[in-house]
Antibody, heavy 121, light 111 residues
Framework: QVTLKESGPALVKPTQTLTLTCSLF??????????VNWIRQPPGKALEWLAR???????FYSTSLKTRLTISKDTSKNQVVLTMTNMDPVDTATYYC?????????????WGQGTLVTVSS | QSALTQPASVSGSPGQSITISCTGT?????????VSWYQQYPGKAPKLIIF???HRPSGASNRFSGSKSGNTASLTISGLQAEDEADYYC???????????FGTGTKVTVL
């Protein structure tokens, strides 16, 4: 069964760096055509795509957040890591990781359960 | 990066059909057949219900159907049921430096 699970701090202070980990189960991030994405959702608001990393280590970022984001993978742990620098209260959101469906641009499936990150001093 | 435009809310009675629109541009919906739709219950992660405009993944109800015309995609829910009350989001691949964009979201209410 293919599942993903996010982990990371529930609370970070403004200006700090956030590090989130997505653990993958039932598939390997290094398998051909595997792609893993990070997506976030502020409370009561819409989804926002953040970043993607591919099996061959290609990386893609949201233009508006590109300078603050870094996505990477640890194949030995079968994990994908997202770091976001200079956190601000507007970054308060539930952060999800999700696999690219059908190996391409066909959407995201499945999703992890999400992890809520609150930015506050 | 502008989001795709969806109506804030749509409602219908049990058994009826409703349609949710998702409007983009020629750089996303109009240019590619990579529109997907998601159902999200409160406090839960989104679930893929339509991919590639009109295809249903395994396990998705056949009461969900998708289509596209020009720069607008649509999700139709037929035979509306109480369990369909949720938020729905569209998404599309986009030929800009940000490869994916989501819609503004639609709350479906079953009367």
């Amino acid at each position: 069964q293919v599942t993903l699970k996010e982990s990371g701090p529930a609370l970070v202070k403004p200006t700090q760096t956030l590090t989130l980990t997505c653990s993958l189960f039932g598939f390997s991030v290094s398998t051909d055509l595997m792609r893993v994405n990070w997506i976030r959702q502020p409370p009561g608001k819409a989804l926002e795509w953040l970043a993607r990393i591919d099996w061959d280590d290609d990386k893609f970022y949201s233009t508006s957040l590109k300078t603050r984001l870094t996505i990477s993978k640890d194949t030995s742990k079968n994990q994908v890591v997202l770091t976001m620098t200079n956190m601000d209260p507007v970054d308060t959101a539930t952060y999800y990781c999700a696999r690219s469906a059908y190996g391409g641009n066909s959407g995201f499936d499945p999703w992890g359960q999400g992890t809520l990150v609150t930015v506050s001093s | 990066q502008s989001a795709l435009t969806q109506p804030a809310s749509v409602s219908g009675s049990p058994g009826q059909s409703i349609t949710i629109s998702c409007t983009g541009t020629s750089s996303d919906i109009g240019g590619y057949n990579y529109v997907s739709w998601y159902q999200q219950y409160p406090g839960k992660a989104p679930k893929l219900i339509i991919f590639d405009v009109s295809h249903r993944p395994s396990g998705a109800s056949n009461r969900f159907s998708g289509s596209k015309s020009g720069n607008t995609a649509s999700l139709t829910i037929s035979g509306l049921q109480a369990e369909d009350e949720a938020d729905y989001y569209c998404s599309s691949y986009r030929s800009t430096s940000t490869p994916y964009v989501f819609g503004t979201g639609t709350k479906v209410t079953v009367l």
